[in-house]
Every structure is written in C-alpha cells, then in structure tokens.
Nanobody, 128 residues
C-alpha cells in the first residue's frame, strides 16, 4: 500500500531541536512536491514548509523562517524537516503531504493542492 509515513516527533524543551522525517512507502518521491503542515488543538491546519520535487525550490511560513529547514533525498524516498530553536507556539501534529501538481507562486501552502498522499501525522510538544 502506497503511503507517507512521518516520524521524529516528540517532547523537547523550548530552544531545542527535532528532525521530522517523511518517508514514501510503496512509491517513488521523484515526481512529487512535498509540503509540511501542522495543526494545533483548536486551530486550522497551516502550511509550514514546501520543497519541489528536485529540491531546488523551498518555501517557509514566516513563523518558522530561519529556524526550520526542509530537505529531501529522492533516492531514500525521504523528506526531512529540521526544526531548531523550537518555541511554545510550535507544538502541533505535523503532517507531510505530496502531490505531482506544482503550486503556483505563493500558493504552496494551499492544502487542497495536495490530494495524492497525506501522512498520519507526528506529534511535536514543546515544554520545559
């Protein structure tokens, strides 16, 4: 069964780091753009970061710029989200999503564009 599998979530202190992984199982990621979204309790899901299928183009939400880094290795069928200097506003369930559609400039964080695959989510908690 083809699916995306996230891992790497957990509990970290403010200022700490986590690296989330999004692995494609049963299919190749080569032609897929991938985005990370997150959803905190009582809040709408929001886009965090995006990477094109080749890795040449990346985008970040303003709230995570200069703290988070997205990367990918298509040979390993994996996309990572390195999260540094985690803040109290970062806790959420983090999801990765993939689609073959290339979003227009400025629309990378539109959930509806990612209809092919969604992962099950991984919980990130920031607490001292």
């Amino acid at each position: 069964q083809s699916r995306l599998v996230e891992s790497g979530g957990g509990l970290v202190q403010p200022g700490g780091s986590l690296r989330l992984s999004c692995e494609a199982s049963g299919f190749s990621l080569d032609i897929y753009t991938v985005a990370w979204f997150r959803q905190a309790p009582g809040r709408a899901r929001e886009g965090v970061s995006y990477i094109s299928n080749t890795g040449q183009t990346t985008n970040y939400a303003e709230s995570v710029k200069r703290r988070f880094t997205i990367s990918r290795d298509n040979a390993k069928r994996t996309v990572w989200l390195q999260m540094n200097n985690l803040k109290p506003e970062d806790p959420a369930v983090y999801y990765c999503a993939a689609d073959t559609v290339f979003p227009e400039t400025g629309y990378w964080d539109t959930e509806e564009l990612y209809g092919d695959y969604w992962g099950q989510g991984t919980q990130v908690t920031v607490a001292s």
